[in-house]
């Protein structure tokens, strides 16, 4: 019997392996193994099971990792469809989407080869010829007295790889090298447990104590041990004592770990009545899922419409069908209410929470329920399309315009796209739902097969939220400076406050100031690593890079020129809330960025906190602007709504006005009407301007003309490269070869007629983390045709020393 074996590495190719004997039984689609390659072990993927192969000599397994697989072959199926469309490697991607912690393998591990080491380092002509690098190693070394890993000499040094630096220090004798297996960081948890004998002695041989807890051991069926030691006095030795008399027996099972409970945030209330447009959108979704075959629906709400309520009817539909649904959202800060509504609703027996801040046994542990059929709602941001589930009947995908679906680092996939892609291949239905659809989304809703439901109105007859835009040109102080606060915002806040109502006033830019600068030479403070300039935190003291978290002490004089006469420019939440304390000292005003949600739990108590009236001004990034439904916010104030403007994006426009709409729609959804302040340099650009109206359609008719007019999506396809290196140089060449090779293709190939290239050119942020980044774009009216490009180009081209990422269908031009 041989298996078929994918392994996290960069290329496609997957191995054959023997299976031994006495491991025959184990092996199946969907479990871990233990295999060879080269000269390490790795954890691998089964992917098939082959009765004979086609090649000669093959390796061994060595170890089956999982008594049961942790996928099946239907999950591989879009598994496989999802990497070959993102061009990526099945083992790579594996090694990504499954919880992480629980693989083995082998590591080269460095140490210093012993006590003679002090006569080798000594040496002074022995030290010299020394590389500097070398000498480095074995400085890190000397402070490492156990060793380390090659991996993590890599991270220290700065350098990669060092095998011409390990070898010469090993022939030397300064170094040993060797395998070392490491263990999975997550394990099965188990806990000891307590059960009675079917005969016992009668209660006449037993104390008091022990009588309570043989009671308590009959009634609850097993408890475990950990329990009865919190629950009785004495526990541990009461229950020891019974089983010496064999009255009880303990033994250990596994024990499932789950993610927190979130507090209870703003519960639905129970006996909601649908008004007719949601009953029409329930009807047509529920009309799919008993038809068994898969529809694509855009659930079209404005916001306060009701959304919500729809999908957890559908949801209820499905559970009494015995199916399960995936519930996805852009953003892990909106899974505490969502979670606290679905717990209410539908218990937690059968719910799984799946993000990346859900700890990784939690994860691992959530994985197996979903795989073996026992949690049936699984709730979570981008990465919870890959759950193994069973019996799929229907994905919701909420704020499905919000970019945040789109992952761009490793496997650069987007969540809803793969939503639909993975409801047609289960033949389930896929609730795409906004208030502000992706352009992409509404133009299939018009031109292709997604059917369209619409929530025009507010539930319970609720007006939408009365907008002014405000042009702060005309806003300006006695010294002719732009002010933070619009004069119609001041009141508005004021009044708001005097009617005891809450406001939540929106940037997009955490920190205290955007830059720190000296007038006198012009010297900006820039990251070292990166091309941009270095955010001031005030609280901390500190200007951070917000791209590779480098940080530097705030200096008193100028590095440039000595001059003590450092300024900062722009604005951040932080500056934001100074502000507002020096405006409304009375106010009870808080933050809410991930500089102030860092610490575990601290966006939960932030949300309760506004819910339950304790916060009058929250003040706050992009967090504050998605799905969030709070009655009391009766005020949104948009401090700068022109940051999402003037980015270099094709589609600036649309996520301008995707995000005003969307922080607009906080506001007015209790007993009192909203209103919304828009402070903007650009008050006339059709974003801001359709804003205003609610006027989503309006939008879209200019964004479509826009994009049709310049051949941008839905009217084409992209792929994008971008190509990275330590040397701008060699980066900037292996950029140009790939646009070479590409045109030499394009010219010898007529089924490449069509597609046009857009570069090379730097891209908007040259340098991030030390590395130098080129783009190119491939456009054309196929993505089949641009993925056969691709493939070619990378076959033919050598970019020794720089890293190629593919990104199909990019969303992030930056």
């Excluded at 019996?391 to 639909?420: G, T």
């Excluded at 009870?588 to 949600?597: F, G, H, I, L, Y």
């Excluded at 009058?616 to 009766?634: C, E, R, W």
């Excluded at 994006?649 to 922080?663: G, N, P, Y």
Aim: charged letters at 25%; aromatic letters at 6%.
């Amino acid at each position: 019997m041989f298996v078929e074996v994918a392994v996290n590495i960069r290329s496609p190719k997957t191995f054959s392996y023997e299976v031994p004997g006495d491991l025959e039984p184990d092996v199946a689609v969907g479990k871990r193994v233990l295999v060879p390659l080269g000269k390490r072990s790795v954890t691998g993927y089964i992917l098939h099971v082959l009765e004979t192969v086609s090649i000669g000599e093959t390796k061994k397994l060595l170890q089956v990792l999982d008594p049961d697989p942790l996928f099946n072959e239907e999950d591989l199926r879009f598994y496989r469809w999802a990497a070959d469309y993102y061009l990526y490697p099945l083992g790579k991607m594996l090694g990504e989407i499954l919880p992480g912690g629980i693989d083995m393998e082998s590591h080269q591990w460095v140490t210093l080869t012993g006590e003679e080491n002090e006569d080798h380092l000594s040496g002074e002509t022995r030290w010299s010829e020394l590389s500097d690098t070398q000498r480095r190693i074995l400085s890190i070394l000397r402070d490492a007295p156990a060793g380390l890993s090659v991996k993590q000499l890599c991270r220290k040094t700065g350098r990669k790889p060092l095998t011409a630096d390990l070898k010469p220090l090993r022939e030397r004798q300064l170094i040993r090298l060797e395998e070392r297996l490491t263990q999975p960081r997550v394990s099965r948890k188990k806990e000891r447990v307590v059960s009675a004998a079917t005969e016992d002695t009668g209660p006449e041989a037993l104390t008091e104590g022990q009588k309570r807890i043989l009671d308590f051991i009959k009634e609850r069926e097993c408890p475990s041990l950990p329990e009865i030691a919190n629950l009785f006095k004495n526990g541990r030795q009461a229950v020891q004592a019974l089983a010496r008399r064999g009255l009880v027996r303990t033994w250990e099972r596994e024990t499932y770990r789950s993610p927190e409970c979130p507090p209870e945030i703003h519960r639905l209330t129970a006996g909601i009545r649908l008004n007719a447009e949601q009953e029409t959108a329930l009807q047509q979704i529920v009309s799919g899922l008993s038809s068994g075959r898969f529809s694509a629906y855009l659930l079209h709400g404005v916001t306060g419409s009701g959304k919500t309520e729809v999908y957890m009817r559908a949801i209820s539909e499905v559970l009494k069908r015995q199916g399960s649904v995936i519930y996805l959202v852009p953003e892990i800060a909106l899974t505490p209410q969502l979670q606290s509504r679905l717990l209410w609703r539908f218990g937690d027996r059968e719910i799984a929470i799946l993000h990346s801040g859900v700890s990784a046994g939690a994860r691992y542990d959530q994985w197996r329920r979903i795989q073996r059929g026992d949690l049936k709602i699984i709730l979570g941001a981008r990465s919870a399309i890959f759950a193994p589930v069973r019996n799929l009947k229907l994905i919701i995908v909420d704020e499905e315009h919000d970019s945040a679906y789109k992952q761009d680092e490793r496997l650069p996939y987007h969540a809803r796209d793969l939503a639909v892609v993975r409801a047609k291949m289960h033949a389930a239905i896929v609730v795409l739902g906004s208030a502000t659809p992706g352009i992409q989304t509404y133009f299939n809703s018009r031109e292709k097969s997604f059917r369209y439901l619409s929530l025009p109105r507010r539930v319970e007859e609720r007006s939408l939220p009365d907008v002014l835009i405000v042009d702060m040109k005309n806003e300006r102080d006695e010294n002719g400076r732009i002010r933070i606060l619009s004069g119609p915002l001041r009141t508005a806040l004021e009044e708001t406050l005097r009617i005891r109502k809450q406001s939540l006033l929106f940037l997009n830019r955490r920190g205290f100031t955007t830059f720190m600068h000296c007038p006198e030479c012009a010297h900006v403070f820039r990251c070292l690593s990166c091309d941009v300039s270095l955010t001031y935190h005030q609280k901390e003291g500190i200007l951070r890079c917000h791209y590779c978290d480098y940080f530097m002490k705030v200096p008193s004089r100028c590095p440039s020129c000595q001059k003590e006469a450092i300024q900062s420019f722009g604005l951040g939440t932080e500056r934001l809330e100074e502000e507002i304390l020096k405006c409304f000292p009375q106010a009870r005003v808080r933050r809410m960025d991930s500089d102030a949600t860092a610490r575990k739990g601290t966006f939960e108590k932030i949300l309760k906190d506004l819910h339950d009236g304790e916060i009058d001004i929250l003040i706050g990034t992009q967090m504050i602007a998605k799905g969030h439904d709070y009655p009391n916010v009766t005020l949104v104030g948009v401090v700068s709504a022109d940051t999402a403007l003037n980015i270099p994006d094709f589609r600036a426009s649309e996520k301008t006005f995707q995000l005003l709409t969307q922080v607009s729609g906080r506001g007015g959804r209790g007993d009192l009407p909203g209103r919304v302040v828009i402070q903007t340099l650009n008050p006339s650009h059709y974003a801001i301007e359709r804003t205003k109206d609610h006027d989503y359609r309006g939008f879209f008719n200019e964004e479509i003309a826009a994009r049709q007019g310049a051949g941008y999506p839905p009217f084409s396809r992209m792929i994008q490269f971008l190509v990275t290196g330590l040397n701008r140089e060699k980066t900037q060449m292996s950029a140009e070869g790939i646009v070479a090779r590409a045109r030499h293709l394009m010219q010898s190939q007529k089924g490449l007629q069509g597609v046009s290239l857009i570069g090379p050119v730097e891209a908007p942020i040259a340098r991030i983390r030390g590395r130098h980044r080129w783009q190119i774009l491939f456009k054309g009216p196929s993505v089949r045709l641009l993925q056969q490009l691709t493939q070619q180009v990378l076959s033919g081209v050598k970019a020794s020393g720089c890293e190629i990422k593919v990104d199909v269908d990019p969303v992030n031009f930056m």
